[in-house]
Nanobody
Framework: VQLQAFGGGLVQAGGSLRLSCAAS????????VAWFRQAPGNEREFVIG????????DYAESVKGRFTISRDNAKNTVYLQMKSLQPEDTAVYYC????????????????WGQGTKVTVSS
């Protein structure tokens, strides 16, 4: 499966952005999808994930109440809605897919998008 992440940009603190992860190739509806982010000098970290059915969602504590994830399997797309963005959310955001189950470990994901940069100004 090939993934393409887009929707990043520059936003002021308190603002919102919606990222999209569009998939092509194999049956996307059977893949769990997660978003990770990586800020300069930091390791890649789990942000949020959704199971293949959409029935299970997992959040990093730092984004609970601010970020939501959803998927439209008919459109082969997963969305990350980000609200109340803060400067510490600045990072390159990557979507990743895994055919087995959703986890928080980036090592478990075999398919990655190219990343989209989110910059939050204070």
């Amino acid at each position: 499966v090939q993934l393409q992440a887009f929707g990043g940009g520059l936003v002021q603190a308190g603002g919102s952005l919606r990222l999209s992860c569009a998939a092509s190739g194999q049956t996307f509806s059977r893949y769990a999808v997660a978003w990770f982010r990586q800020a300069p000098g930091n390791e890649r970290e789990f942000v949020i994930g959704i199971s293949w059915s959409g029935g299970t969602v997992d959040y990093a504590e730092s984004v609970k109440g601010r970020f939501t994830i959803s998927r439209d399997n008919a459109k082969n797309t997963v969305y990350l809605q980000m609200k109340s963005l803060q400067p510490e959310d600045t990072a390159v955001y990557y979507c990743a897919a895994e055919s087995l189950r959703m986890t928080r470990r980036y090592e478990d994901y075999g398919y990655w998008g190219q990343g989209t940069k989110v910059t939050v100004s204070s």
